[in-house]
């Protein structure tokens, strides 16, 4: 539970930058289920691995995250997320990776406080954020129990 509401804020700060961008523009055709799977260079599916190089990083980023991810949070907030892009998550210096841009999420008995002050991005987040970036990037959603799987801190530093 207090993992669920930690996700909701990870993308909680996905507000002020949004969720895990990629460098590069967004892919014209969106993602989802039936598209065809990205290419990497030389005709192979592009598929995630945290040790790609930063090149490799950035076309997946261009080709699965920014199309599905756009358009999540334009139905999220059509005005506040108009113009999605890389900055949305990685910020205005385009930082490396987005728990460098991303706001800072705090955890406080066992709740994420983010909750309390903005509870609909955090729901958003936990409810359709972390779960479709999980499922892009190819890992499990984080699981309280075994404390494993793609959450919150997959894009926002975390205070426990």
Same mark, same amino acid.
């Given at each position: $539970? +207090?993992?669920?509401?930690y996700c909701l804020g990870l993308l909680f700060a +996905?507000?002020?930058l949004v969720a895990c961008g990629g460098s590069q523009p967004a892919a014209e055709a969106p993602a989802g289920p039936g598209a065809a799977p990205a290419e990497a260079p030389g005709g192979a599916e592009l598929v995630w691995?945290?040790? $790609? #190089?930063t090149k490799e990083k950035a076309e997946f980023m261009k080709q699965k995250v920014m199309p599905? $991810?756009?358009?999540?949070?334009?139905?999220y907030d059509a005005k506040k997320y108009e113009k999605f892009n890389c900055k949305t998550c990685h910020g205005p210096e385009m930082k490396p990776k987005p728990v460098e841009a991303l706001p800072e999420l705090h955890f406080k008995d066992g709740k994420l406080t983010e909750a309390d002050?903005? #509870?609909?991005?955090?729901?958003?987040m936990h409810d359709k954020v972390a779960p479709q970036m999980a499922d892009i990037f190819g890992k499990k959603p984080y699981d309280p129990a075994t404390k494993e799987g793609f959450g919150c801190n997959g894009c926002h530093k975390v205070n426990m």
């Amino acid at each position: $539970m +207090a993992r669920s509401t930690y996700c909701l804020g990870l993308l909680f700060a +996905a507000t002020a930058l949004v969720a895990c961008g990629g460098s590069q523009p967004a892919a014209e055709a969106p993602a989802g289920p039936g598209a065809a799977p990205a290419e990497a260079p030389g005709g192979a599916e592009l598929v995630w691995k945290d040790d $790609m #190089p930063t090149k490799e990083k950035a076309e997946f980023m261009k080709q699965k995250v920014m199309p599905a $991810m756009s358009k999540t949070f334009q139905e999220y907030d059509a005005k506040k997320y108009e113009k999605f892009n890389c900055k949305t998550c990685h910020g205005p210096e385009m930082k490396p990776k987005p728990v460098e841009a991303l706001p800072e999420l705090h955890f406080k008995d066992g709740k994420l406080t983010e909750a309390d002050t903005n #509870p609909d991005i955090v729901k958003f987040m936990h409810d359709k954020v972390a779960p479709q970036m999980a499922d892009i990037f190819g890992k499990k959603p984080y699981d309280p129990a075994t404390k494993e799987g793609f959450g919150c801190n997959g894009c926002h530093k975390v205070n426990m």
